[in-house]
Nanobody, 120 residues
Framework: QVQLVESGGGSVQAGGSLTLSCAASGRVLNINRMGWYRQARGKQRELVASITSAGNTQYADSVKGRFTISRDDVKSTVYLQMNSLKPADTAVYSC??????????????WGQGTQVTVSS
């Protein structure tokens, strides 16, 4: 099986920074696109940022210039560096990865989610 385990969430004051990590483990052969999504209370889940295996990135307009997504393929890990955090960034952040396992099957995997709370 394949698992995605997130870490790095927490509480921070507005203007602060947090870094989220998401590590894939298990029967991982290859990781294609990786991304971070968030869901605030009462709102739909939205894409925050994504990165392809070639390193091409995409960001939601609301986080451009403040968040940076990166990946370490040796560690099978994706990171989200979040700077200049705002109360509007408060949400449960979940990582997502398009993974081919060692049996050759390609599936979409999700982490368990980590809470980010930004206070004013």
């Amino acid at each position: 099986q394949v698992q995605l385990v997130e870490s790095g969430g927490g509480s921070v004051q507005a203007g602060g920074s947090l870094t989220l990590s998401c590590a894939a483990s298990g029967r991982v052969l290859n990781i294609n696109r990786m991304g971070w999504y968030r869901q605030a209370r009462g709102k739909q889940r939205e894409l925050v940022a994504s990165i392809t295996s070639a390193g091409n990135t995409q960001y939601a307009d609301s986080v451009k210039g403040r968040f940076t997504i990166s990946r370490d393929d040796v560690k099978s890990t994706v990171y989200l560096q979040m700077n200049s955090l705002k109360p509007a960034d408060t949400a449960v952040y979940s990582c997502n990865a398009d993974i081919i396992n060692t049996l050759g099957y390609r599936s979409d995997y999700w982490g368990q989610g980590t809470q980010v709370t930004v206070s004013s």
